[in-house]
């Protein structure tokens, strides 16, 4: 299906993953293993970089595999065994742009940290996929979390578990909890909130006063995503600023 990129990316490894039969074949212990990273790296942008496309074109309800594949030219089989599910794909392809668009800042003081990310976040949904991408993103982790929170990108059962243990608790005790940094791996959030979490350590070590990770969240970021949501105008500096001055209203010294 995917015809000669396959055959030449798998020339470039003899025990590439792609290869017929040679995922299940059992290495030497005395072989090294491979680094991670360089063919590997370069696979996972080719996937993520068609699943971005296929969003933008046909929305994200239920993109299949295969399609993904074909776009990518990537193997099914390796993307399965990478990821399992398209939602899986979604969840990585948001944390991927979470990370190389919305870089935390370091200003020197808190309210130019949060104006410099509220203005990098605006800038990011402005994008022409962002609502799009959005959205699925929403999908997918609404029924990552029905499934366990075991079908990311590298999943990790123990962080689904983590998740259900506070599932039932009351808010207050969900946001002491994901302020604490205990935020499952799984989530989409995950290494944002622990970027974000260092930013506002790094702001109370300085004297300034403490805001908690769901003070931004819900001041900042849910406004925004809000109005790309539903596509409501009005995202400037002057709106960006507003938002910052009344989060940091809730601050604690």
Excluded at 185 to 205: I, K, N, Y
Excluded at 226 to 252: E, K, M
Aim: proline share 4%.
């Amino acid at each position: 299906m995917t015809g000669k990129r396959d055959v030449t990316e798998n020339q470039g490894d003899a025990g590439d993953e792609h290869g017929p039969g040679r995922g299940n074949r059992a290495e030497p212990e005395s072989r090294p293993r491979r680094r991670t990273g360089g063919r590997s790296a370069r696979v996972r942008e080719a996937v993520l970089k068609a699943t971005a496309e296929l969003i933008a074109e046909q929305g994200h309800e239920r993109i299949p595999i295969a399609e993904i594949a074909e776009r990518s030219g990537v193997h099914q089989t390796s993307i399965y065994r990478r990821w399992r599910t398209t939602n899986a794909i979604v969840l990585d392809l948001s944390q991927e742009r979470l990370t190389s668009m919305w870089a935390v800042p370091d200003t020197g003081s808190l309210r130019g940290d949060l104006l410099a990310y509220a203005k990098r976040a605006a800038a990011a949904m402005a994008e022409p996929d962002a609502a799009v991408l959005l959205r699925a993103l929403i999908a997918g982790a609404a029924e990552d979390a029905g499934a366990g929170g075991d079908a990311g990108a590298g999943g990790d059962a123990g962080a689904g578990g983590d998740a259900a243990a506070v599932a039932d608790a009351d808010a207050e005790s969900v946001a002491a909890y994901v302020d604490a940094g205990n935020i499952p791996a799984t989530h989409p959030l995950a290494e944002r909130g622990q970027d974000l979490l260092e930013m506002l350590d790094r702001a109370a070590s300085r004297g300034e006063p403490r805001l908690r990770l769901f003070d931004v969240l819900d001041g900042i970021l849910a406004p925004i995503y809000l109005r790309t949501l539903f596509r409501i105008p009005g995202i400037d500096d002057a709106y960006l600023a507003s938002l910052v001055d009344n989060c940091l209203g809730h601050a604690t010294t």
